[in-house]
T-cell receptor, first 110, second 117 residues
Framework: GQQVMQIPQYQHVQEGEDFTTYCNSS?????IQWYKQRPGGHPVFLIQ?????EVKKQKRLTFQFGEAKKNSSLHITATQTTDVGTYFC??????????FGGGTRLMVKP | DTGVSQDPRHKITKRGQNVTFRCDPI?????LYWYRQTLGQGPEFLTY????????KSRLLSDRFSAERPKGSFSTLEIQRTEQGDSAMYLC???????????????FGPGTRLTVT
């Protein structure tokens, strides 16, 4: 099935620093979704990207879909302690099987 | 909108026993998904319904697992003859009908944490 690799696995940042997580696939993706899961919580939808080269912003979060639709990134500017959690990308293959990346766990030191 | 609910929130069972979990999706959502998540991992897709039809099943869903959504509303996930490897968080999610592909905005429930002893 569709495999998406997410890097890094963990990231420690000082509050105020920027953070980026990457999601990579060896095959072309039809669309990609990003979710955030707080410790002890459930995944919460952030955004969906569909178009090649698409860039979407939500306040301090910037989401990008690669031109070849094989990779995506989530960038957080000036992290805050409320950004703590694990960020997952999700995609679906031609067979409608949904796959999550392994996630990037973000820890923010105040 | 009361969100996606799951019952029970926690289940401890002995190996070999059967367990059943329930998911109540957001009322106007016709798509319902089941996932399994273990500590430190992303959710693993198990199965997906559109209305009452089960449209996709993962290879992870062995013969011991079965899911139903008989009236296109709530869904149940049953695990027969549980094994210790079944210990995980079982997440349910739902989404609305307008989109044609399943990979879009999903609303997750709080999950059922299963511990098999």
């Amino acid at each position: 099935g569709q495999q998406v690799m997410q890097i890094p696995q963990y990231q420690h940042v000082q509050e105020g620093e920027d953070f980026t997580t990457y999601c990579n696939s060896s095959t072309t993706l039809s669309n990609i979704q990003w979710y955030k899961q707080r410790p002890g919580g459930h995944p919460v939808f952030l955004i969906q990207l569909v178009k090649s080269g698409e860039v979407k912003k939500q306040k301090r979060l910037t989401f990008q879909f690669g031109e070849a639709k094989k990779n995506s990134s989530l960038h957080i500017t000036a992290t805050q302690t409320t950004d703590v959690g694990t960020y997952f990308c999700q995609t679906n293959n031609a067979g409608n099987m949904l796959t999550f990346g392994g996630g990037t766990r973000l820890m923010v030191k105040p | 909108d009361t969100g996606v609910s799951q019952d029970p929130r926690h289940k401890i069972t002995k190996r070999g026993q059967n367990v059943t979990f329930r998911c109540d999706p957001i009322s106007e959502h016709n798509r319902l998904y089941w996932y399994r998540q273990t500590l430190g991992q992303g959710p693993e897709f198990l199965t997906y319904f559109q209305n009452e039809a089960q449209l996709e099943k993962s290879r992870l869903l062995s013969d011991r697992f079965s899911a139903e959504r008989p009236k296109g509303s709530f869904s149940t996930l049953e695990i027969q003859r549980t094994e210790q490897g079944d210990s995980a968080m079982y997440l349910c999610a739902s989404s609305s009908v307008e989109r044609t592909q399943p990979g879009h905005e999903q609303y997750f429930g709080p999950g059922t944490r299963l511990t098999v002893t």
